[in-house]
RNA sequence: GCCGGAGUGAUGAAAUUGGCAAACAUGCACGACUCAAAAUCGUGUGCUGAAAAGCUUGUGGGUUCAAGUCCCACCUCCGGCACCA
């Protein structure tokens, strides 16, 4: 996706000139409307189309099923700006061309509309929300009417309609009955300014995704799904997916799947133990304390043997307080406090380690501990340094060559050798030696191996001595070990080299002559920092010691060979996790960073959530028949902020008899959450009249999947994975037919204000699709949007560039005055060919989603008729049917003209002949040394020495080729000739 | 920090098994029509240059007869996640 640089645009397009060409009508004449009139069109067949049902939808056993799904809106109370028809546009288009083709298309819409925008709508408008909903539903269908588009509205649902949310609850009441529905009294994301809790998914940057507030953790009753349960396969079933990579990944993202070992660390003198997760346990031996969050319930348990208990005791008061945002805030130094008094044993080792609590440490993952590897992690190192905790290094880096010409070759041995690296730097300046190779574009700092009995540091001042000639460097310190594997090329064996890497100054500039062997191999050079760190890469080991000096690592994360790793020293950390963990008690598990869907809402704008809670049989779910619990009617429905909703206070309507006991009994009060209805609409358009099922099993077999599916990337996350969630749970419980819900996805790019930023009331730059269809027509508007640039991408909206998609529409309008009805006239062999290549264009553009280009060959197409004396009808129909889709109104008037009865969005899609699109001579550029001269008329199919002896034959060539002779020919039949001389 | 995406004229953009960069559209300039303006139509429009020609797809390198496209390194921007052990 394209970036959006708004200031570019603003840059550009200031307010005033915006204005001034808004008010000038953006170079678009009020007189032309009288050749093309799109009000008295438009009008006419919209009115037509809705009269005789033309999109009116059934099932068809003899027609194959199409199932086209756009994210139905939330109508909020601004209504739509031009940004939003964009995705209804495309699937409109895509939907009209697999009507035309022959498939059984399902194209619904509908409304969702509970949730907390409506609710704070209706509570800033003083109006219902059931009222203000009704509203603006009527407002929104209006608008999305005058576009022209071919959904089947005898199907539109609303979630807020009982007979629609009667099947929400049924619904939840399946989950419920599975043991999917739990009640938690867990701390949750509580927005203080909604005054209601959030699910995870909910909560942006730690704040509430809705109003921007500061979101606070709030222990509360709630119910909660577990979807949990379905990370697996939720993530599994992304592989049979056609979705965008990107969205994919998002998922993945989310759901977090991190496979690693769960180890306990024994509280000495206690039967407790604490269990970490780690994904790190080739560490084990390096850990040098453990960390608890303070949510952690061995910490109140560890109390009474604590020393400083006062001490702990605050410290996890003051990190409760603390919002979410805070104590996760990037670059928060970390805070911690020891349990003195209680030690854990590192089971690798035995050994005793310190017990500490600290809020960087997360209760809500893993297991809420973890083991601290100060070596080897960067926050434990953190945390160490400001505690003064003890670092045991257990790795050292390896480097693998995984790719170039050292790259370690399977099929050899690996030789080890004990080697050095040392990083020379001059006696005067900031300066340091570098080595360039000269038989590859290599750049090194001396390296070389030990000689037996030789010391490092020995071996590194020989090497410096024969490979520069210095003669006095001193040792300024030494920078550790690491290892490299990779191909040795000069000696043509594997090496696995121990590094000893070491940093020399040289005392002065007394040279010897280098050898002339050392001279062939590489040169020496003088480098400065940022010359070593930008003109050019050194490979990992090289750039790893380098970095060591630079004092750019604090600690090394990578992997590497171990060390004080008792028994374990030597191996490489990849392999070796397993056995640690098993040989410390531990065991290989799988974490999730995916948490339960916090269903509840303390709201009142919501589908009630169907359950009964009883003294005697606790919490019983509301049966069947008494479905939907439908929200009442209420004067006052502010939210509380007590953790309870509005209808708390309805007591009529709490207090029910318990359906079990028939004893006294009490509504649960909490409503569900905006998602839930949105969980599984896409099934209810199949079947939307349905009273006794929420789709009928038939119905549902012959419809399902969702074949194409068209909405915002900013749904990656929520909708689309509660979608695939409700969806699989139906699944298995073998109410719907298929394990996914929708085969293939396609994310809509917005559409920015003219001033490039996200077009909203705020900005001032929102733009109404009514005053852009009053004045231009809808088939303008449709085709504007569909040519502004790729499909998913991000652009800006630009009226004058809407005057290009409205004189199009004129132009087509304009050619009609050449159409000949005489059948005898036949029409330019070029015409008809460029008639066969638009066919095939659009058809494969409209497939591949690529609107932009589809419209961009059909205007080719029309320019060329204008350049016609005279066409013929038959091709003007054709090219009429291509237009058909994205010029629903013009074209059904034009079809109408010639006489057809029928309308055009019900006539077939045209086939192109592929026969006519093998020219018969193309034009063949003739390059020379890489640069095009000239270019010869000839058959596709011409063999090269002919094509050769004509090009040779052009004076151009003849210029170029001048005296040399041709050294090489390359010939791509029908694409180049290409001359070396 | 991690994951994903993008960078091409004045502007939106086009070009993918590597084969003539800038299609189509907007804008701009000039011309026709007009008393005039608008609209419409026509011509031109990447940069340098008088021309010949050269240069040009974020930067630097590489592979190739040929690179926007492939490889390596880097810069910038956008989206998402982020103390996730």
Request: with cysteine.
């Amino acid at each position: 996706m394209k970036s959006y640089d708004h200031k570019k645009i603003e840059r550009k397009w200031p307010q005033e000139k915006l204005t001034a060409r808004r008010q000038k009508g953006a170079g678009f004449s009020r007189r032309k409307q009288a050749l093309y009139d799109h009000i008295r069109i438009e009008r006419k067949w919209q009115t037509k189309w809705s009269k005789d049902k033309i999109y009116k939808t059934k099932e068809d056993d003899r027609k194959e099923k199409f199932y086209m799904l756009d994210m139905f809106p939330y109508p909020s109370g601004e209504g739509l700006h031009v940004g939003h028809p964009k995705g209804y546009i495309a699937t409109d288009i895509y939907s009209r061309f697999k009507r035309m083709q022959g498939k059984n298309v399902l194209h619904p819409m509908g409304f969702d509309a509970f949730g907390l925008p409506a609710e704070n709508y209706a509570l800033k408008t003083k109006t219902n929300p059931e009222v203000s909903v009704k509203t603006n539903i009527k407002r929104f269908k209006k608008q999305l009417e005058i576009i022209g588009l071919d959904y089947d509205w005898t199907r539109e649902i609303s979630t807020t309609d009982p007979s629609y949310y009667k099947w929400t609850q049924w619904i939840f009441l399946q989950l419920f009955k599975k043991g999917l529905a739990y009640e938690s009294y867990e701390p949750i994301n509580w927005c203080p300014v909604d005054k209601t809790g959030l699910a995870n998914e909910d909560v942006e940057n730690g704040r509430c995704e809705r109003c921007g507030a500061l979101v606070e953790k709030k222990p509360m009753r709630q119910w909660v799904l577990k979807i949990t349960d379905y990370a697996e396969k939720l993530l599994e079933g992304l592989e049979k997916l056609d979705w965008p990579e990107s969205i994919k990944d998002l998922q993945r993202n989310w759901i977090g799947k991190s496979e690693g070992a769960q180890i306990g660390f024994k509280v000495k003198g206690t039967g407790d133990s604490i269990e970490v997760f780690t994904t790190r346990a080739d560490t084990l031996f390096g850990a040098t304390y453990v960390v608890l969050a303070p949510e952690h319930a061995l910490v109140e348990k560890l109390l009474p043997r604590l020393t400083n208990k006062e001490e702990i005791v605050r410290y996890i008061e003051r990190s409760k307080k603390e919002a979410e945002i805070d104590r996760t805030a990037e670059g928060k130094e970390k805070t911690g406090v020891e349990l003195k008094g209680v030690m854990a044993i590192n089971p690798a080792n035995n050994e005793e380690i310190p017990i500490w609590v600290a809020d960087y440490v997360l209760g809500s993952y893993g297991t809420g501990a973890i083991m601290a590897v100060p070596a080897h992690d960067e926050r434990d190192w953190k945390f160490a340094q400001k505690y003064n905790l003890p670092v045991r290094s257990v790795i050292e880096p390896c480097f693998t060559q995984i790719s170039g010409l050292d790259a370690v070759r399977k099929d050899l041995p690996m030789v080890e050798r004990e080697a050095i690296i040392a990083i020379v730097k001059h006696w005067k300046e900031e300066k340091y030696i570098v080595l360039r190779w000269k038989k590859v574009t290599w750049h090194t700092f001396v390296t070389g191996g030990i000689e037996e009995g030789q010391t490092p540091e020995q071996a590194a001042i020989m090497e410096i001595r024969e490979e520069t000639g210095y003669l006095h460097p001193m040792l300024v310190q030494d920078l550790g070990k690491s290892h490299g594997k990779f191909y040795h090329v000069q000696k043509q064996v594997n090496r696995f080299a121990h590094f000893h890497s070491m940093y020399f100054k040289l005392q002065d500039g007394e040279r010897e002559e280098v050898l002339l062997e050392e001279k062939e191999k590489h040169e020496v050079i003088w480098l400065s920092k940022a010359e070593i760190e930008k003109h050019f890469s050194l490979d990992g080991g090289q750039s790893y010691v380098w970095k060591i000096l630079q004092k750019e690592i604090a600690t090394y994360t990578g992997e590497g060979i171990l060390i004080n790793s008792g028994n374990f020293s030597g191996t490489s950390s990849e392999k070796v996790k397993k056995k640690i963990t098993e040989s410390s008690g531990g065991k290989m598990v799988t974490k999730y960073k995916l948490r339960d869907w916090v269903f509840s809402r303390q709201r009142y704008w919501g589908e009630p959530i169907p359950l009964i809670h009883c003294e005697k049989c606790g919490v019983v779910a509301v049966p069947e028949k008494d479905l939907p619990v439908k929200l009442p009617k209420v004067k006052k429905y502010e939210p509380t902020g007590t953790g309870e909703s509005p209808l708390a206070h309805i007591s009529k309507w709490v207090n029910v008899k318990c359906p079990k006991c028939k004893g006294p009994g009490k509504r649960e009060t909490n409503t569900m959450p905006q998602w839930a209805g949105s969980s599984w609409y896409w099934l209810r358009y199949m079947d939307p009249d349905n009273k006794k099922a929420f789709v009928d099993k038939k119905k549902e077999a012959y419809w399902s999947p969702v074949d194409f599916y068209v909405g915002g990337a900013e749904h990656a996350t929520r909708h689309l994975i509660y979608a695939r969630f409700w969806h699989k749970f139906l699944y298995e419980q073998k109410l719907v037919a298929k394990p996914e819900p929708f085969m293939k996805l396609q994310h809509v790019g917005l559409i920015m204000g003219e001033d490039g930023r996200k077009m909203s009331k705020r900005w001032g730059n929102v733009i109404s699709p009514d005053t852009i269809v009053e004045k231009f027509g809808a088939d303008s508007l449709r085709i504007y949007e569909m040519f502004m640039g790729p499909f998913d991408q991000a652009i800006a909206w630009n009226t004058n560039n809407l005057v290009g998609a409205r004189r199009f529409i004129e132009r087509v309008w304009s050619i009609q005055r050449k159409v000949l009805t005489d059948k005898k006239f036949m029409d330019a062999t070029a015409l008809r060919v460029l008639l066969h290549k638009t066919i095939k264009k659009v058809t494969e553009d409209i497939a591949a989603f690529k609107f932009n280009t589809a419209i961009s060959q059909l205007m080719i197409f029309v320019n060329e008729c204008e350049r016609q004396e005279q066409l013929s009808l038959e091709i003007f129909k054709i090219f009429i049917l291509l237009l058909a889709p994205f010029a629903p109104h013009a074209s059904e008037e034009l079809w109408a003209q010639y006489g057809e009865k029928s309308s055009v969005h019900r006539a077939p899609w045209p086939l192109y002949d592929a026969t006519l699109l093998l020219a018969a001579t193309v034009t063949l550029a003739v390059q020379i040394n890489g640069r095009v001269r000239a270019s010869i008329s000839i058959s596709p199919d011409t063999a090269q020495p002919e094509a050769l002896a004509l090009a040779l034959s052009q004076p151009e060539v003849q210029r170029w080729v001048g005296g040399g002779s041709v050294r090489k020919v390359i010939y791509v039949p029908g694409k180049i000739l290409s001359l070396v001389v």
